[in-house]
């Protein structure tokens, strides 16, 4: 187990150094040139001089190759720079909004378990009775609609018509309902399936008739075996989901004005804002990193037919 | 079953994590944004598209226009029509050759530090701005500013390098001139890496704020004008435009204001309803169409005025605007100063647009769509800004619209920074662009006409009386007599209508919506000001 909670630890530097050259690369293909963004951003007029001036600031001045290994020098010390934009350093810019970023995603991933892991197994369980259609309808709907769109909506009838919670911002908990319930609801549709598709196949195991014939309820059987065994696929869902839940935070954020990181993240896209989205995306690549190896420890424990050994050799 | 307790632990660490990640955020949180929803009858809330930012005044981007002004105060405010009257400053004199001005600070003053305003404060505030002059070089009045010498401690005299009349003008404007006191700035005194807090002079003070959630405003109790009526304003920071509608609706805001805060869609919705009181500015600023007379088939004049006769100005505003801007016949609309009345309108005409192209020898062969010389097809470019709907739009239509007089228009969005790179650099035909507002107008826009580096004098390169003009816009810039800038004024003005080298397309409006508990609303004269001091509500 240790062995291989180290070896994963060490592939994740791979896999990091491809996504700060990734991001490197396409920052620096757009036809923008970040020192134009800043000033543009700052309504101050691009004369030659100020645009040298910054680029020379900003270190945009330095052939790429030495640009990028000063990159990649600094975010392994964890220097993040100071954003263009606002001169604070970026660290610090993320873990004021961080916070506010996570909370949401969280509650998110707690409201879709709440909801799909229960539902999942029940429709299965009680194929095509109402409750079935009634989840299948659910991720339908989950899985064609578009978020913001799916925020406007809660915001009108919820805050607006009945006036339940409030339309924007944070800080008590009727201010997460309605941004957990848009984000949540993608994640629903996904899981419900998941679990459903998995729980009737499980059910079509010998062991589930071993067990019945031996005489053991169906209740135990349900729960201490199915479920658990067929929860496996949906925490892979989980685990690939959670760091794009806190990277697709964004446009919940920007409809319900939650005071994240997401928002912040667009911002600095608009404004050519470099130190803060480099370091979104080595955030970003760390986060999907480390949700996928928990999600597979998670999984070790819950299935005893994936062998430690067998996954060490990935 | 040791292997099942190290299982069981790391999951139970696992769960530890996540309650305590989830704790830790509730707990910053404990004084929320329902706090910012004052119980104080006597106070508003608006919503702002973005945050505060520092509050620096000395520079620009992250800190919002509209906030600076509420906490500092310029020498000279800019009213209706132009006129500039003392602020800070109780009176100026002017020398004959334009270049000293003598300011006589108002007496008893107080910074929100509790010290006075002093002629030592204002030339710690100029010297800080000269200092990163680079960066402010778009401000004619620090272009020319040679420097600040205090004469006594209420009298100080601002020495120009070269004559330059808007000198007061400018400094109206919200940054980077207005006042910061002794205890903001920090120890070496260059403000363009920050303050240490926001200590104005104006009517607010912060009170209360947190980054990308709200800030309040409180009265400022020993402002030494006239105080507001208001108690109290809540800044909610909304970016959705939308949701800031929503919000409106449901009451959780009393006002929406400024330009482009809400869609026109919604602006009119909110109109149609009736619930609630909507209204348009004055025109802030024109939307025009920059002709770039450089390009080989828009050097020739006929072309020009062929476009500018080709197209329905009145429909295209009214149908992409929804009414929301004016159609606009010059350049500068009459709430300017210097801006004239007998500017002759090029209307739309769509048969005068063609015999100008016939003239210029743009010919439509029969059966073609495209009209053609020398084998050439005249076919144009005009780039906009990809995220700006109207701008979007109006490129649409105008293409639809020229393609009636047999040209064809090709559009290009581009990424705001590329439209101004390329603007530089004259590599486009047709190009959206605006002038400054008040106060920033008329001074600014004929600045630029003659001055290279914004892409504008460039464009305008080509015309016949180019030398001329520029020696007109100098000329009125650094004019001491009223009545000859007013001449100047009219005759540049009256070139660049004649040339067609911009296309007055619709005058900008602010527009604001607010619920009817809100009194006595008026649009402040400077674009970039807040409009607080003048609203009361009724209780």
Not at chain 1, 34 to 52: D, F, G, K, R, V
């Amino acid at each position: 187990m240790v062995i291989y909670l180290i070896k994963r630890l060490f592939a994740v530097v791979p896999i990091i150094l491809f996504a700060i050259f990734l991001m490197f690369v396409l920052v620096r293909l757009s036809p923008v040139d970040p020192a134009q963004a800043y000033l543009a951003a700052s309504n101050i007029h691009p004369t030659e001089e100020l645009l040298a001036e910054k680029r020379q600031e900003f270190g945009l001045d330095r052939p790429l190759i030495v640009q990028y290994f000063q990159t990649v020098a600094d975010i392994v010390r964890f220097d993040f720079g100071n954003s263009y934009v606002t001169n604070t350093p970026v660290w610090q810019e993320i873990t004021t909004r961080l916070p506010a970023t996570l909370q949401l995603a969280l509650s998110s991933i707690l409201v879709a378990i709440i909801v799909s892991v229960p539902l999942g197994f029940l429709s299965a369980v009680y194929k095509n009775s109402w409750l079935d259609h009634f989840s299948r309808l659910l991720s339908y709907l989950g899985a064609s609609i578009p978020q913001f769109w799916l925020g406007y909506v809660l915001i009108f009838f919820f805050a607006v018509k009945l006036d339940l919670f409030p339309v924007e911002g944070r800080g008590t908990w009727q201010h997460f309902v309605l941004p957990s319930i848009t984000l949540s609801l993608a994640l629903i549709a996904i899981y419900t399936r998941l679990l459903r598709a998995s729980v009737l196949e499980e059910l079509e195991e010998a062991y589930v008739l071993y067990g019945r014939t031996r005489g053991l309820k169906e209740k135990g059987i349900m729960a201490k075996h199915v479920l658990r065994i067929s929860i496996s696929p949906m925490l892979t869902g989980l685990g690939m989901n959670l760091g794009k839940l806190l990277t697709g935070t964004i446009i919940v954020e920007q409809v319900f004005s939650w005071p994240g990181f997401g928002r912040f993240f667009i911002e600095a896209i608009f404004n050519r804002d470099i130190p803060v989205i480099q370091s979104y995306v080595v955030l970003a690549a760390c986060l999907f990193i480390v949700c996928n190896l928990i999600v597979d420890i998670i999984q070790l424990y819950l299935d005893p037919r994936i062998s430690r050994e067998g996954r060490a050799q990935f | 079953m040791k292997i099942h307790n190290s299982k069981k632990n790391l999951f139970l660490a696992l769960a530890a994590c996540a309650a305590l990640a989830l704790s830790a955020c509730s707990d910053d949180n404990a004084a929320g944004s329902a706090d910012a929803e004052s119980d104080n009858p006597n106070s508003i809330t608006m919503s702002w598209p973005r945050d505060i930012g520092p509050m620096n005044p000395h520079v620009y981007n992250p800190s919002q226009l509209i906030t600076q002004s509420m906490i500092y105060e310029p020498l000279v405010s800019y009213e209706e029509g132009g006129e500039v009257k003392p602020h800070l400053a109780e009176s100026w004199t002017v020398s004959e050759d334009g270049r000293e001005y003598t300011f006589k600070l108002r007496e008893g003053v107080k910074f929100t530090d509790g010290s006075s305003l002093t002629s030592q404060v204002v030339k710690k505030n100029f010297d800080a701005v000269l200092a990163n002059k680079n960066s402010h070089s778009w401000l004619g009045v620090i272009n020319v500013l040679d420097k600040i010498e205090v004469v006594d401690e209420l009298t100080f005299k601002m020495v120009l390098t070269q004559a330059y009349y808007p000198a007061l003008q400018d400094l109206a404007v919200v940054r980077p001139v207005r006042m910061l006191g002794e205890a903001g700035f920090p120890e070496d005194g260059d403000t363009s890496k920050g303050i240490t807090e926001p200590v104005g002079t104006g009517p607010w003070v912060l009170d209360e704020y947190k980054t990308d959630e709200y800030a309040v405003f409180k009265r400022n109790p020993d402002y030494w004008g006239e105080s507001p009526e208001l108690e109290e304003v809540t800044i909610k920071i909304i970016p959705d435009a939308e949701t800031r509608v929503l919000a409106f609706e449901k009451g959780e805001l009393d006002l929406i204001y400024g330009e482009g805060v809400v869609s026109m869609d919604s602006f009119n919705y909110l109109k149609e309803t009736g619930e609630y009181t909507t209204d348009l500015s004055d025109p802030v600023a024109t939307r025009t169409m920059l002709v770039n007379s450089t390009s080989e088939k828009l050097s020739d004049l006929n072309v020009r005025l062929a476009l500018h006769h080709g197209f329905d100005k009145q429909a295209m505003v009214e149908g992409i605007t929804l009414g929301l801007e004016e159609k606009a016949d010059s350049i500068l609309s009459s709430n300017f100063p210097y801006a004239q009345e007998d500017i002759e309108a090029i209307e739309y005409d769509v048969e005068k647009a063609a015999s100008y192209l016939d003239e210029a020898g743009w010919k439509l062969e029969s059966g073609g769509a495209i009209r053609e010389k020398d084998g050439q097809p005249l076919e144009l470019e005009l780039i906009y800004d990809k995220t700006d709907p109207i701008q979007k739009a109006m490129a649409e239509t105008l293409q639809a619209e020229w393609s009636a007089i047999g040209v064809k228009l090709n559009i290009a969005g581009l990424e705001l920074t590329e439209q101004i790179e390329r603007r530089k650099a004259g590599n486009f035909d047709l190009d959206f662009w605006y002038n400054y507002g008040a106060p920033y107008d008329p001074h600014s826009m004929i600045n630029v006409v003659a001055e290279d580096g914004w892409g504008v004098a460039e464009a305008h390169s080509n015309l016949p009386m180019k030398t001329e003009l520029d020696e007109q816009v100098r000329e009125a810039l650094a004019s001491t007599d009223e009545t000859k800038r007013q001449e100047l004024y009219g005759t540049i003005l009256t070139t660049l209508q004649e040339q067609s080298v911009f296309i007055p397309i619709s005058y900008m409006k602010k527009t604001v919506a607010y619920q009817n508990n809100i009194e006595s609303f008026e649009f402040p004269a400077n674009r970039d000001e807040h409009p607080f001091n003048d609203i009361s509500v009724s209780k």
